[in-house]
């Protein structure tokens, strides 16, 4: 029995597997959105101060994601290392992947918690100049980056989960996590039973408080059922081969999620010269659509140790059919994503509490840059496929196009023309879609050459 459940990722048909353990996958990834539009959401409704409050939650965005993205990174490439060593029945090898992310776990943390104490309030103020946006802005960044052990941790031990086929664990992880978030929210941001009023300190604390559960979950999920994983000290000792191979998988993919934050960062810079409410607005708008590219990025996460684990088999049709259904059911996430955003982006909008200009200016967004998402789709699906056959670079350089080099540029042009006619502020937007489809005609040019050159030379 432990047999089987070991090699499902090479014996079970492609397309019940991917929705069996992409399910789970997309489900932890839409929760993980929650944590921000959930805080979100309770502070813009904040009296006399929720859009300051929301502005502020905008401006901490990018390092928040930062956190995600070289824990997501690193969870990642340990994830595809270990699903590759335990496809090639490498169990010695695995274990090492395992303890080594681990260590990576604590640099990772050690790292954030210097930047929270002494680099927050710089940071911070390179996007603003309001006294009130600032002091919030900086109080909730340095708690979340003071107490992220949580978000580090748990992104290591859900890939750890994955790897192995145990998502469904990561996702009750995550669950759990959320559901204690969005608990603890209005309690400590407006001061139930008996507690002060936080404010937006009460929502970082609510947040980090969330993660931790998340991450204690995991580590209990880790040691109850990666029986295929042997635990210890000696296998946490730095091995630099070892750390090499997470990296040579995983750094493209904390590059990847990286850029989003480099992007957002760059994006606030350029729309508050426009005004504050654009800045507001964008980052409302960004914190929506993550529940969509979340869930394709969940599926990506599904798509890249089955895509690797058959790699390491050195079987070709497997391979294959991991290409061909995880493009179309990620295709299948974006339309319904896309509809979703066109039919309701009013009452999406509605639920914070916003001015008149950003609300519009919101809906705007919505309705744009959702006509992004089936090209977006498609190059988060080619992503995870380059991640899991040894193709890093291409994979990083579909994420430089789509989140740096096809975006700030256009950005700052239409910024250019909004500033001098509040009527064309709605160009701003079609920065995303017109970014979406020139990446997808360069990865598609990749995945032509990597079929020919790695996986038509296979013969399983």
Known sequence: MEEISMNKMGLKPINSLLLTMGIPMILSMVLQAVYNIVDSAFVSNMKGTGEAALNALTLDFPVQMLMVAVGIGTGVGTNALLAKSLGQDNREKASKAAGNALFLGVVIYIV????????????????????????????????CCIISFGIVFFSIFEKLLQATGHSMYSTIAQIAGAVTNMILDPVLIYGCFGLPEFGVKGAAYATV?????????????????????TNGVKYMKPSIKIIGEIYAIGFPAIIAQA????????LNIIFVRINEAVVTAYGLYYKIQQFILFAAFGLRDAIT????????????KRIKDGIKYGMLYTLVIMAFGLIALEVFAEPFSAIFGLSGTTQDLCIGAMRIVSISFLFAGANIAYQGIFQAIDGGLESLIISVCRQFIFVLPAAYGFSLIARQSADCVWMVWLTFPIAEILSVIIASIFMVRIVKNKISILEG
């Open 305 to 316: 140790p089955i895509i690797s684990f058959n790699y390491g088999m050195r079987s070709r």
């Open 209 to 229: 408080i969330g993660q931790i559960v998340s991450a204690v979950l995991g580590l209990i999920f880790h040691l109850k059922y990666n029986k295929e994983i």
């Open 112 to 143: 954030f918690v210097v930047f929270g104490i002494w680099g927050a309030g710089a940071y911070i103020g390179t996007q603003t100049s309001n006294p009130q946006i600032y002091d919030m802005a900086v109080d909730y960044l340095q708690i």
């Open 259 to 266: 850029l989003m934050s480099i992007m957002t960062y760059g």
